[in-house]
Nanobody, 115 residues
Framework: QVQLVESGGGLVQPGGSLRLSCTAS?????MGWYRQAPGKQRELVAT???????NYLNSVKGRFTISRDNAKKTVYLQMNSVKPEDTAVYYC????????????WGRGTQVTVSS
């Protein structure tokens, strides 16, 4: 079993910045972030594979940046120029392989964008 420990959520004003972190209990092929707002489906925000390939939600491109420290088994999400519509519970995600992976989830961290 893999544990994912998230940190960094909170309240931020529109236009502000926030950084989320997630550390896995062992090395994973792909790590990233999903989010779920009230009444909406969970959606992919950003993911990064161990070889550096990234994937972003269109609405966060140019504002959010995903990065990884493979030695620390940690993925980061730098969130800049946040908007009220970024308000959601953000879940860390990790896949243990590129083919037929087992997917793991963190418990989630609340991000609220409000003045």
């Amino acid at each position: 079993q893999v544990q994912l420990v998230e940190s960094g959520g909170g309240l931020v004003q529109p236009g502000g910045s926030l950084r989320l972190s997630c550390t896995a209990s062992r090395s994973m092929f792909s790590m990233g972030w999903y989010r779920q707002a009230p009444g909406k489906q969970r959606e992919l925000v950003a993911t990064m594979s161990s070889d550096g390939n990234t994937n972003y939600l269109n609405s966060v491109k140019g504002r959010f940046t995903i990065s990884r420290d493979n030695a620390k088994k940690t993925v980061y999400l730098q969130m800049n120029s946040v908007k009220p519509e970024d308000t959601a519970v953000y879940y860390c995600n990790a896949d243990d392989a590129s083919y037929l992976p087992t997917r793991y989830w963190g418990r989630g961290t609340q991000v609220t964008v409000s003045s």
